[in-house]
């Protein structure tokens, strides 16, 4: 039997316009009245995932910032991991000397750029709040800022790509980097990822692989994937990233018809 259900976000449950259709969010309330936990796990802050359950009017379990942070529906902590300060002020001060492209440092509920030009007009659209712009940044960093997540925007997959090789050749020891979005790319602490923190939560309600599904549409979904034989890929995702997942879907609420069955 199904005990859990996780779906990522943005590609897979929330459209670009931050909106759920109306089919999945109907499969989801559905699944919740038969008894089965659900769970968000998404690259977002969590007070943006905390924001998509209260639209949906549930409560759910949140694995925030590719597995930084984790909280359980009720609202207990399970564990959070930034970044040391020095390796921010490392992987920072690297992206902004040999990339163009804009970065964002995010704590656990707060995203920041050093200035406005690296404000985009579509974030707000896609964002539920507003980054916001520090000069000042860095100092910020050194007098204690927590950063959880390093993220670099383009609207060249392959550019990021590249700008992900040169991240993994030189801090590979520290961080580990996923592309979460055909125009983003994640850096995270080491070891932090979307399947450590579901792993966590199954831990914490004794949930067997078999026990869960999963969703999801990208590479930084692939560590989830590998946790239960119930997985779930949108059809839209990269080749690479489908053979990780044991089903192709359109939409999330063929998952969850699959399941209920």
Known sequence: MIKMIVSDLDGTLLTEHREILSKDKESILNAKKNGIDISIASGRMDVEINEVFNIMGVKGHRISQNGAFVYSKDGQR?????FSTENVINIYGFLTTHVKER????SENTGFVSNSSQLRSEDE??????????????????NGLEVSKISVYSQNTDSLKEIQKQVEEAFSNVADSFISDPSCLDIMPKNINKGKGIEAIMNALNIAPEEMICIGDSFNDISMFNLTPHSYVMSQSEDTVKQYAAHEINYVHEALEDILK
């Not at 970065?103 to 995010?106: D, Q």
Request: glycine share 4%; aromatic share 14%; net charge neutral.
């Open 78 to 82: 399970i564990y959070g991991n930034p």
């Open 103 to 106: 970065v964002t440092l995010y």
């Open 125 to 142: 659209h896609r964002l539920f709040f507003p980054i916001k712009v520090e000069p000042d940044l860095l100092k910020m960093v050194e």
